[in-house]
């Protein structure tokens, strides 16, 4: 199946730092990528919504200045979390759709999960 | 705006026995795909089962099943067989159309006893 990786799993970071979080997909090109924010014990939370050559689209409460996203290519997102506070600790999800071809089955786009990073802000 | 509920913050079921999950959303849209994740403690997402809202048959995925009740807006997964590795949290999701976001259930943390 369609595989998404994040860079880093972990980061650790002081207070005021930015911090930069990759997400790629390797093996298929997706044009529209997606970030959540999961904070303990809690669901995803959708933050926003980006696509390749144009700018992202944020959910409504979430900073676009603080929170930088930039899908420069068609493999790959980036998610920038600018002058860090302990808040702001969370695990980061990103997800990108893909393409399924069923064959003879029906064929679909479905959504690939990257693995998350926890992001710890001292 | 779309909102997915999941009332069941945790359920517990014996190993081999079946249990089932929980689910009802709210839209006013026609074409829309309705899903069961499970997060491990890894955190990774994996996708358990997918049901497309214009097909009347409901889904299944082995020992997975869905029970689809469109008209009460209702997506309930049913497992059978619980085994130890079904252990996780497991989030119902929906989402409109075929490029857009998922919108989440708060989630259920499912429990197998041995």
């Known amino acids: 199946g369609a595989v998404v990786s994040q860079h880093p799993s972990r980061v650790i970071c002081k207070s005021g730092t930015s911090v930069k979080i990759e997400c790629r997909s390797l093996d298929f090109q997706a044009t529209t990528m997606f970030w959540y924010r999961q904070f303990p014990k809690q669901s995803l939370m959708l933050m926003a919504t980006?696509?390749?050559?144009?700018?992202?689209?944020?959910e409504q409460g979430v900073e676009k200045d603080k929170f930088l996203i930039n899908h420069a290519s068609l493999t790959l997102s980036t998610l920038t979390v600018t002058s860090a506070h302990p808040e702001d600790s969370s695990f980061y999800i990103c997800s990108a759709i893909g393409f399924i071809f069923g064959g003879q089955k029906s064929s679909y786009n479905e959504q690939f999960f990257g693995p998350g990073t926890r992001l710890t802000v001292l | 705006a779309q909102t997915v509920t999941q009332s069941q913050p945790e359920m517990s079921v014996q190993e081999a026995e079946t249990v089932t999950l929980s689910c009802t959303y709210d839209t006013s849209e026609s074409d829309y795909y309705l899903f069961w994740y499970k997060q491990p403690p890894s955190r990774q997402m994996i996708l358990v089962i997918r049901?497309?809202?214009?097909?009347?048959q409901n889904a299944t995925e082995n020992r997975f099943s869905v029970n689809f009740q469109k008209a009460a807006k209702s997506f309930s997964l049913k497992i059978s067989d619980s085994q130890l590795g079904d252990a996780a949290m497991y989030f119902c999701a929906y989402r409109m159309g075929n490029n857009n976001d998922m919108r989440f259930g708060a989630g259920t943390r499912l429990t197998v006893k041995p």
């Open positions: 980006s696509n390749e050559g144009s700018k992202a689209t944020y």
């Open positions: 049901q497309e809202a214009y097909k009347q």
